[in-house]
């Protein structure tokens, strides 16, 4: 069974950065499509970034210029460097294939962007 560890969270001031990652056991990440997600209280999940097999990303337009997306296939891992984080950034962090997901999802990882 696929297993999806997300971590790197925490609770940062507006403008700060944070590093997420994403470790996987149980399939080997780099012959997929990658992607992160969010998810915000009293919101559905929604798409943030994702990353193909041969390294190009997509960014949803609320993060881009902002998030980047990598991975490290050696270790089996992908990460989203987050950077200028604004109140709004505030929700669960999951990371998963894209369409369709590996199931089930990971426990996610908490960023709270406050003052």
């Known amino acids: 069974q696929v297993q999806l560890v997300e971590s790197g969270g925490g609770l940062v001031q507006p403008g700060g950065s944070l590093r997420l990652s994403c470790a996987a056991s149980?399939?080997?990440?780099?012959?997929?499509?990658m992607g992160w997600y969010r998810q915000a209280p009293g919101k559905q999940r929604e798409w943030v970034a994702s990353?193909?097999?041969?390294?190009?990303?997509n960014y949803a337009d609320s993060v881009k210029g902002r998030f980047t997306m990598s991975r490290d296939n050696a270790k089996n891992t992908v990460y989203l460097q987050l950077s200028t984080l604004k109140p709004e950034d505030t929700a669960v962090y999951y990371c998963?294939?894209?369409?369709?997901?590996?199931?089930?999802w990971g426990q996610g990882t908490q960023v709270t962007v406050s003052s």
């Open positions: 998963n294939k894209v369409n369709p997901p590996f199931d089930p």
């Open positions: 990353i193909t097999s041969g390294g190009s990303t």
């Open positions: 149980g399939t080997i990440l780099s012959i997929y499509r």
